[in-house]
């Protein structure tokens, strides 16, 4: 059984940076069939994909997003992190880290089919 387990600081002023990381137990995150992705979802809106690191090390982000975020892997330890530059109260929302399948040829944003496994979310909330 798969298990993801975000951590990290729940409180970042602004302009600040904010990092978060993933863990995986239960799997490796350098299995080919597999990619993992943060998403956050911000109070009172949908789920929004930002970025993505593939088996090989591979990253890609959301364009509204890649001028500030950056996610990198550590796989001795089984992790994935984010790093989020220069945030604002707009950056307050719950993170997840996911495992995307691509098996079903889904795109980053079908966030029903693509993903078989979750984290249960770490809230951040940007504010001085």
């Known amino acids: 059984q798969v298990q993801l387990q975000e951590s990290g600081p729940g409180l970042v002023k602004p302009s600040q940076t904010l990092s978060l990381t993933c863990t995986i137990s239960?799997?490796?995150?350098?299995?080919?069939?597999?990619?993992w992705s943060w998403i956050r979802q911000p109070p009172g809106k949908g789920l929004e994909w930002m970025g993505v690191?593939?088996?090989?090390?591979?990253?890609y982000y959301s364009p509204s997003l890649k001028s500030r975020t950056s996610i990198s892997r550590d796989t001795s330890k089984n992790q994935f992190s984010l790093q989020l530059n220069s945030v604002t109260p707009e950056d307050t929302a719950e993170y997840y880290c996911?495992?995307?399948?691509?098996?079903?040829?889904?795109?980053?944003?079908?966030?029903?089919?693509?993903?078989?496994?979750w984290g249960q979310g770490t809230q951040v909330t940007v504010s001085s």
């Open positions: 690191i593939h088996y090989d090390g591979s990253t």
């Open positions: 996911a495992r995307l399948n691509y098996s079903g040829g889904y795109s980053y944003t079908d966030f029903q089919e693509a993903y078989d496994y």
């Open positions: 239960g799997g490796s995150i350098t299995t080919r069939d597999y990619a």
